[in-house]
């Protein structure tokens, strides 16, 4: 299987602890992408890499919140200090960029519950 | 600023009729658009993407139009299934931005 994939699939926590989330990208892909999803609304841009740069943050990405992908392979997202608010589906994208436009795949997403 | 919006945000029919969901965003400077599906509590499942040089874009059942100029896609559903039940998400990704911007999604039900 060549498609995204994202682990844990699940994830529960109690507030003030932290989690890391992985994402694997579709191989040849030079740009990775992480989107958050709260409940009734479409994904939002978090931030994205290309290769190994992390070239944007949107505001959403607050301290707590780090990104890596190290060697442009796979890319964690950790959140330290866990708050309620937090409690989402998080989502990897993976795509290849060449000239202007791409499709972008996205991976079946992990889901934190914050206690 | 990109703002995109979806409507309906919910939608019933019964199985066999043919449906209209509608995408509107506000910079008509875009690469691609892009509709997805995402069943409860999954991820996105990309079914459409129509170039900003292309108007249409069909697959299967599903046709997608897009009208750059005025800002609209429209995602054409025909003869609907109880299996086409899910949330369907419009995005749009131009260069400025670098990023897929998102609609809230419109759900829809299709029942036997």
Known sequence: DTGVSQDPRHKITKRGQNVTFRCDPISEHNRLYWYRQTLGQGPEFLTYFQ???QLEKSRLLSDRFSAERPKGSFSTLEIQRTEQGDSAMYLCASSWRRGSGETQYFGPGTRLLVL | KQEVTQIPAALSVPEGENLVLNCSFTDSAIYNL???????????TSLLLIQSSQREQTSGRLNASLDKSSGRSTLYIAASQPGDSATYLCAVFSGGYNKLIFGAGTR???HP
């Open chain 1, 51 to 53: 290769n190994e740069a």
């Open chain 2, 108 to 110: 829809l039900a299709v």
């Open chain 2, 34 to 44: 892009q509709w997805f599906r995402q069943d409860p509590g999954k991820g996105l």
